[in-house]
């Protein structure tokens, strides 16, 4: 397949499969890994080896149920890289990306009779960031040389690796302030742990990390935010790559084409009422349990599962039945 | 280093190391880079596509787009002369052309039975996709009903004071609901579509029965009509602390000396009784800044009800309590 560029830091098709005549790339899924499968376009792999070539995050917007964290799992896996997820919420602040202290611990030991306190690091508890940047300080906590015999090691959750992936999903649902607290430590891929006896640097190589971060649009992010990321805006599913997506996961059947027609046009009602549009997943579950069910979308009770599965209104008389 | 050279070497170096040789591919790059609107883009990348074999990097990175940037092509002035003739035209242009003899006996169109359908080309004055969080930021009010406040409690405990009660985190809520208080004025006729958007907008975001939703000409204060029914009452003062939502234009657009137009001394005392009851009452308005009259802008909170308007510039102008308590 011709991307009219060389995929030197990413290139799907080694683990996938090439339709040249979509151009496109599916890499299949592995269930037992959590990867869900992907299909590439060729602007996704300009993107992802634009942002690796830059060391810049990727900002992956679109609607919701367009795939984007799908995408960054989906690239970890062709990567061989560590994972590491985090979904904002309109409480996460930006040093919880990076770390969390446990101050209702410290306190409680500090309330035991004749007990020394520990050094403030065993109360560090490192997070995706500090994790993908520099998992060997991760592991002690941050903890100096002095500290370490009286602080337990950190695990890992990603397990062992040297390079990572960290999505941070649906910022647009965090205070309008965190993009802006994120901005340094993304650009320069360092920030400080000032919560330790004594503050820590941690560095990361952006060589070794690739940061994406996903926004449904809910809110506009802020344009010194943007500047610093690469950004990929994808477009709503189509018929064509839903069915790919449906036949890489349950093998190939005529009816994932209908079932896909029918969550398009419940797509496009959605959208035009300004109602949530059905996603990928509720699509796959769709499929999932008309398979298992054996309904099919010609049969009478399909709209009982579209009804339960794709278009889940409180008054949930589907569009164009009776 | 100025910060768009900083940008440009990400994109000499995309250029460069991915071996990109499609000019729609290099167009892809300039706009994941947000680089699409720079005016030296091109020459960069004019600049970016002649490194390669045989050509000296060192030379071509040293460039900088700054110094290529070829003239900006102006229009040809014109004399002042010129221009008035122009303007003439433009305005003969305009001018409405007489109405043609056929048109008295030509029959009117029948009306379309049904409602009409919603036009297409309708785009709210908040965008529909950033409407929730533009929202959301308007109508939130800070609660101390979050988690417990963690470092509270330790603080006080440190000092062996005894706790008289969980201090909670201060959050926003949009629990306490809203009073929207729609402005049915001459001069808010144009807005009425994003006035129904608006308002539906809000009955999303809003649990049933946490909207009440009122008309007024004028001011509020002259009296309000509640939604659905017929008579006009005083307006009814929220319980403490409740948002009040004020879709009007203040009365900037309604004709001069109409009823419609209030003084901005009515509307001073609207919002003062509204302050000195307890109630933050915010008004969206259509028209910028500019228009605002000079005694309300800077003592009320008034937001431009506009397409550019974002969530943060809302809680700057909202949110110095919110940001304070933070």
């Known amino acids: 397949m011709d991307l009219g560029f060389k995929p030197r830091y990413f290139d799907p098709a080694r683990k996938g499969a090439v339709d040249p005549e979509r151009g496109t790339v599916t890499v299949g899924a592995n269930l037992a890994a959590g990867v869900p499968a992907y299909v590439y376009s060729s602007p996704i792999i300009l993107a992802v080896n634009l942002a690796r070539a830059s060391g810049r995050p990727l900002f992956v917007a679109g609607r919701p149920g367009t795939g984007k964290t799908t995408l960054s799992r989906n690239i970890a896996h062709v ?103 994120l901005l340094e430590a993304l650009d320069v891929a360092r920030f400080t742990v000032d919560e330790l006896d004594t503050p820590l640097e941690v560095r990361g190589r952006r060589e070794n990390v690739l940061v994406m971060i996903t926004s449904n649009g809910e809110r506009e992010m802020p344009s010194a935010f943007i500047r610093r990321c690469v950004v990929l805006t994808l477009a709503d599913p189509t018929v064509d790559w839903l069915d790919t997506i449906a036949t890489d996961r349950f093998g190939p059947d005529p009816f994932h084409r209908e079932i896909a027609e029918r969550v398009m046009t419940l797509r496009a009602v959605a959208r035009e009422q300004n109602l949530r549009e059905p996603s990928t997943a509720e699509y796959l579950d769709a499929v999932a349990a008309s398979r298992a069910l054996g309904i099919r979308p010609r049969a009478k009770t399909w709209s009982l599962v579209a009804e339960s599965l794709l278009w889940k209104r409180e008054d949930p008389k589907l569009p164009g039945t009776r | 280093m100025r910060r768009s050279q900083i940008f440009l070497a990400d994109l000499l170096r995309g250029i460069d190391q991915l071996k990109i040789r499609d000019a729609e591919v290099a167009r892809s790059v300039l706009r994941m880079l947000s680089l699409d609107r720079l005016e030296a883009a091109p020459e960069a990348l004019r ?25 900006v092509q102006r229009p040809p002035q014109l004399s002042s002369e010129a221009r008035s003739a122009r303007l003439e035209r433009r305005a003969r242009g305009t001018a409405a052309p007489p109405a043609p003899p056929w048109l008295d006996s030509t029959p009117a169109l029948a009306r379309p039975a049904g409602p009409t359908p919603p036009s297409r080309l309708f785009q709210p004055l908040f965008p529909r996709t950033l409407a929730r969080g533009l929202l959301s930021a308007t109508l939130a009010t800070l609660d101390r009903d979050g988690p ?12 062996l004071r005894p706790l008289r009660e969980f201090p909670r985190e201060q959050v926003t809520t949009l629990r306490l609901g809203a009073q929207v208080l729609v402005d049915s004025g001459l001069g808010m006729a144009p807005f009425r579509p994003d006035v129904d958007d608006l308002i ?10 946490q909207v009440s939703l009122l008309h007024f000409a004028g001011t509020p204060a002259r009296g309000c009509v509640p939604h659905g029914h017929p008579e006009m009452k ?93």
């Open chain 2, 148 to 159: 417990l406040d963690i470092q509270a409690c330790v603080e006080e405990i440190a000092q």
């Open chain 2, 200 to 209: 539906a907008r809000i009955g999303q975001l809003l649990a049933p029965g």
């Open chain 1, 79 to 181: 990567l061989g890289w560590k994972y590491y997820q985090r979904v904002v919420t309109s409480r996460t602040r930006a040093k919880d990306l990076m770390w969390t202290f446990d101050t209702l611990r410290r306190l409680s030991d500090a309330q035991e009779q004749n007990r020394q306190l520990p050094p403030r690091a065993a109360y560090v508890q490192p997070q995706a960031l500090w994790w993908a940047f520099d998992p060997a300080s991760a592991a002690t906590r941050g903890a100096s040389a002095s500290e370490r015999s009286q602080v337990t090691r950190a695990v890992d959750p990603a397990g062992p690796g040297r390079k990572s992936v960290v999505l941070i999903d649906e910022i647009d649902k965090a205070d309008p302030d965190v993009p802006n607290d």
């Open chain 2, 47 to 71: 600049q970016a596509a002649a490194v390669g074999p045989g050509v000296d990097r060192a030379t071509a990175s040293t460039q900088t787009p700054e110094m290529k940037t070829p003239p």
């Open chain 2, 234 to 326: 005083p307006w009814p003062m929220p319980a403490r602390g409740t948002p009040v939502l004020v879709l009007t234009d203040l009365g900037i657009g309604a004709p001069a000396g109409s009823r419609d137009r209030p003084a901005v001394s009515e509307w001073l005392a609207f919002f003062d009784s509204a302050r000195l009851a307890g109630v933050a009452v915010t008004a969206l308005l259509p028209y910028g800044p500019k228009r605002w009259p000079h005694g309300l802008a800077g003592s009320v909170r008034l937001v431009h009800w506009d397409h550019r308007t974002t969530a943060a510039a809302i809680r700057r102008t909202l949110g110095p309590l919110l940001r304070a308590t933070r």
